[in-house]
């Protein structure tokens, strides 16, 4: 059974594991850059957003039954991301590449903003909104403006559509299999700011936990995998990751 103790210490026996780790993962979700300003996916349901439903917009039907409504939400967000900047958490997890041999990032997120904060290795499994491609033709497409009213063509045609998986569609496979790697071969795997529901992503931690990884959640509420993790952080990951840094630069007195 699962201690339950103060941050300070949970800090230190976290730091204890990652001392004797070579690999470590962290697996993120929207939570990871709240304190950032970017809504989660969600809490993304705001302002004139607030009367549909994300898991309507975020999926190929949704674009096809209405392309303006799906184009204009996410150009929304693109706007809401501009002069975001990446946050402790993100800054945290950069810095202990510094601590421990290696760490890769496998990330839900679209924003970015690990890359942003200088992680080395990331993995995008639900793509990025900084990418775009066509519709039917998968066609790349670049420099694409804001405050278009809605989805420019494709020199094929096409509508263009912004480069991230939605739901019903197949992630990247070479994500889904590096992620999977990652999640195997380290000894450490943190799964932060993830309500931990949408598949595939879900399952990885638990592939981690079959292949006897220690689990480290960090999230303020409850999961459905809280139950099997090693340690649980309750608290926000902005405040929870550096915690941990220090207490891994104490234990090995840099
Ligand atoms: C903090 C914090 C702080 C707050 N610090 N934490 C098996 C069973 C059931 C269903 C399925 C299944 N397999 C597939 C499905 C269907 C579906 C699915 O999982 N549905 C679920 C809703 C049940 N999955 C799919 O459709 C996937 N595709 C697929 O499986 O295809 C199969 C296929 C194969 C071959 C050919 C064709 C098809 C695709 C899933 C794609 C998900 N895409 C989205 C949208 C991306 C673009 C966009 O953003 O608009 O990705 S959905 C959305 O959810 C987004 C996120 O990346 C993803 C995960 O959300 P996340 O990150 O967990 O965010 P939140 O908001 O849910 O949670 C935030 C958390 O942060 C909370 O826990 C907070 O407490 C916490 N938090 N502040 C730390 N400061």
């Not at 439903?53 to 929304?76: C, H, I, M, R, S």
């Not at 990032?105 to 990025?128: F, P, R």
């Amino acid at each position: 059974m699962r201690e339950k103790s103060d941050m300070q210490t949970l800090a230190g026996r976290v730091a204890k594991l990652l001392s004797k780790a070579e690999r470590v993962t962290f697996l993120t979700g929207a939570g990871v850059s709240k304190e950032s300003g970017i809504p989660t996916f969600r809490d993304a349901q705001t302002g004139m957003w607030a009367n549909y439903n994300p898991q309507e917009l975020a999926t190929p039907e949704g674009f096809l039954k209405d392309p303006k409504l799906v184009w204009q939400w996410y150009d929304y967000r693109r706007k809401l991301l501009g002069d975001a900047e990446p946050n402790p958490g993100h800054r945290a997890i950069v810095e202990l590449e510094s601590l421990v041999t290696k760490v890769t990032v496998v990330t839900q997120n679209i924003d970015g903003l690990h890359q942003k904060a200088g992680s080395s290795d990331v993995v995008e499994l639900h793509g990025s909104i900084k990418k775009f491609y066509c519709f039917d033709g998968g066609h790349d497409a670049h420099d694409v403006p804001f405050d278009l009213e809605e989805p420019p063509l494709c020199k094929c045609g096409s509508m263009i559509r912004p480069g991230v998986v939605w739901f019903g569609e197949a992630l990247p496979p070479h994500a889904m299999s590096r992620g999977l790697k990652e999640c195997a071969e380290s000894e450490v795997v943190f799964v932060a700011g993830t309500s931990a529901l949408v598949q595939p992503a879900a399952s990885l931690p638990y592939a981690a936990h079959r292949r006897g990884a220690k689990l480290i959640e960090v999230n303020p509420d409850e999961t459905p995998i809280t139950d099997i993790v090693d340690e649980f952080m309750q608290g926000p990951s902005g405040q929870v990751l550096p915690m941990v840094v220090a207490a891994l630069k104490e234990l090995k007195g840099v």
